[in-house]
């Protein structure tokens, strides 16, 4: 991914804008990047240093210094450099320039010390030639990893790539940002939104008179810890994005060392239908819930939820997974809220009160001091607060106490 200083914008006014590579000057762009992709797969097995050599080689005009850095890094980001050695390059060190000062000693000052002879002797030592062991003496250092490995890309590819990383490297500034998403259908909704919750993004929607959604995703600048972590999961929203069908989104991102707050825009999308939208990944403790229950629920039948639960002017529930009571037919729906905020849960209840239309259970991790008693005695929910782990057992009894209570007409089921 880009750091900042990669990418190329401009500010007008209140603004932060991407400078566009024009039109005429793409096919140019595209054979720089061809140029690096080949660097990069013509230099697998010598060290960095002779890669960044090879790269520092390739002329480009001075306007396009940002982009060529951008290339570049996204090209390192797709190398493979050696990690693990056979050898200990520090302890290597030590024991070769021991041998030399001891060597030396013994020479007493007649004579010269035989570098070739020494470095022939540890090399039949460390079963290595003297080349190789003149290599590891050093390996350790950033210059001299040698490259293994390049996950090859097109140049065209490699361009685009700058182009949506650099998209991400605003977002990794951002306070907060607002996204309205249009869908064709109520699938390709529901995929949204599981990506969504699988990015573990704080965010609240609403859905709107047009259909569409609007949702106001929290920045990693509006967060007290895990700043890198949280932004690096915002970043991965703009992939999200450009695979809806129509999206546009507004953000406030603090740019530059003063920290400016600015404005920054983006609108576009695959603009067709997107027909059957693929199933999302379900985060892993969504998953591993769903398996345990497939494997022994008892009465319970367990599928991934299908239903967005949408309040206008209120917000929208998405629900993780749906249980269905195999004898009565009663079905509650179940919300895993693992990386969220506390405000997260307090506005479930609020969308709960206002009359969600069904059973829920949240389950919040013990990190987040909630009590399961918040909830009103009247509303046909419940929270489980867990540690660590969600446990199936105790999922199934608060899913047996919501069936008990509707049978009793306690709460709220319609």
Request: proline share 5%.
């Amino acid at each position: 991914m880009l750091t900042a200083d990669l990418v190329r914008v401009r500010r007008v006014r209140e603004e932060l804008r991407l400078v566009p590579i024009k039109p005429e000057a793409r096919s140019e762009a595209a054979a720089l990047a061809s140029r690096y992709v080949r660097i990069a797969e013509s230099n697998v097995g010598c060290d960095r240093s002779e890669l960044m050599d090879e790269f520092d080689l390739v002329p480009f005009p001075a306007r396009d210094a940002k982009l060529a850095g951008g290339l570049v890094k996204l090209v390192l980001d797709r190398c493979e450099f050696e990690s693990q050695l056979d050898h200990d390059p520090s302890e290597l060190r030590h024991r070769v320039f021991s041998r030399a000062a001891a060597d030396r000693r013994a020479l007493a000052g007649v004579g010269h010390l035989d570098r070739e002879a020494l470095l022939d002797d540890m090399a039949r030592e460390e079963q290595v030639t003297r080349e190789e062991l003149t290599h590891l003496l050093y390996a350790d250092l950033k210059e001299n990893h040698r490259l293994i490995g390049f996950d090859r890309i097109t140049g065209d590819a490699l361009l685009t790539l700058y182009e949506l990383s650099s998209e991400q490297a605003v977002l990794l500034k951002a306070e907060r940002v607002v996204v309205v998403v249009h869908e064709s259908s109520p699938a390709a909704y529901r995929h949204f939104f599981r990506k969504l919750k699988f990015l573990r993004l704080l965010h609240r929607a609403e859905p709107l008179p047009s259909g569409a959604y609007q949702i106001e995703v929290d920045g990693p600048f509006s967060l007290f810890s895990a700043v890198t972590k949280y932004g690096l999961s915002l970043a991965m929203l703009m992939p999200v994005l450009r695979e809806t069908e129509r999206f546009s989104m507004s953000a406030t991102v603090r740019w530059g060392k003063e920290r400016r707050s600015l404005r920054f825009a983006l609108e576009g999308g695959t603009h067709c239908a997107a027909g059957g939208a693929p199933e999302a990944s379900l985060p892993d403790e969504v998953a591993a819930l769903l398996a345990s229950f497939e494997q022994d629920a008892g009465p319970w039948r367990v599928a991934r939820a299908t239903r967005i639960f949408s309040l206008p002017g209120v917000g929208v529930l998405v629900p993780d997974l749906t249980f269905v009571h195999a004898e009565s037919g009663f079905t509650a729906h179940l919300e895993v809220l693992g990386y969220w905020s506390r405000e997260a849960v307090f506005r479930r209840i609020d969308l709960l009160e206002a009359g969600a239309g069904a059973p829920f259970v949240f389950a919040v991790p013990a990190r987040l001091r909630v009590s399961e008693e918040v909830l009103p005695d009247d509303l046909s929910a419940s929270l489980y607060v867990y540690k660590g782990v969600i446990r199936p057992k105790l999922v199934r009894a608060r899913l047996d106490a919501l069936a008990a209570r509707a049978e009793e007409g306690v709460g709220t089921t319609n």
